[in-house]
């Protein structure tokens, strides 16, 4: 019964969108495992995001890309992003995703994170995504949608 339900849910594509995750995650699947390239893509587009980093403010990007916290920081973030990316589909978990954006927006609000540096830094991750992972409209839908979703969430966080 509980199949049905979810089935039903997911056809009309309440919430979650089972529709669209599927092509968030296989955008997602063929880039997760490049965490030091995409945080480098990041801070090299906004390196005002890099300064809001306490161990990499002020330092030359391109000598710490090959450091150990450098990755160590960058797989936290990709690993979170994993985490979120890999419930998406399944309208039973919708108010644990909420509860995981809620607690990363309130961290980062309390490290001085605007919406404006969320944008950018959101910004900077989809644009690696899309030049590096298959791409097409489908998918630009799918990121936008659930995108612009989870930014609102957010963004009463941040504000």
Same mark, same amino acid.
């Given at each position: /019964? +509980?199949?049905?339900?979810?089935?039903?849910?997911?056809?009309? %594509?309440?919430? *979650?969108?089972?529709?669209?995750?599927?092509?968030?995650?296989?955008?997602?699947?063929?880039?997760?495992?490049?965490? #030091?390239?995409?945080?480098? @893509?990041?801070?090299? *587009?906004?390196?005002?995001?890099?300064? +809001?980093?306490?161990?990499?403010?002020?330092?030359?990007? &391109? *000598?710490?890309?090959? $450091?150990?916290?450098?990755? #160590?920081?960058? *797989?936290?973030?990709? @690993?979170?992003? @994993? &985490?979120?990316?890999?419930?998406? %589909?399944?309208?039973?978990?919708? @108010?644990?995703?909420?509860?995981?954006? #809620?607690? /990363?927006?309130?961290?980062?609000?309390?490290?001085?994170?605007?919406?404006?540096?969320?944008?950018?830094?959101?910004?900077?991750?989809?644009?690696?995504?899309? $030049?590096?992972?298959?791409?097409? &409209?489908?998918?630009?839908?799918?990121?936008?949608?659930?995108?612009?979703?989870?930014?609102?969430?957010?963004? $009463?966080?941040?504000e």
């Amino acid at each position: /019964m +509980k199949f049905l339900v979810i089935l039903t849910l997911c056809v009309a %594509g309440v919430l *979650t969108h089972c529709d669209k995750a599927p092509y968030i995650k296989a955008a997602w699947n063929q880039i997760k495992h490049n965490e #030091v390239d995409i945080l480098y @893509s990041v801070f090299k *587009t906004y390196p005002e995001i890099q300064d +809001k980093f306490p161990q990499f403010a002020g330092k030359d990007l &391109e *000598t710490v890309k090959d $450091t150990a916290p450098f990755a #160590v920081h960058a *797989t936290r973030i990709v @690993s979170f992003m @994993s &985490e979120i990316i890999n419930l998406l %589909g399944d309208p039973t978990v919708q @108010s644990t995703i909420d509860a995981l954006l #809620v607690k /990363m927006a309130k961290d980062h609000k309390a490290r001085g994170v605007t919406k404006e540096l969320f944008d950018k830094f959101n910004n900077g991750m989809n644009n690696y995504i899309k $030049t590096h992972a298959a791409w097409d &409209e489908k998918t630009e839908d799918a990121w936008k949608v659930i995108g612009d979703e989870q930014r609102a969430l957010i963004y $009463t966080v941040l504000e």
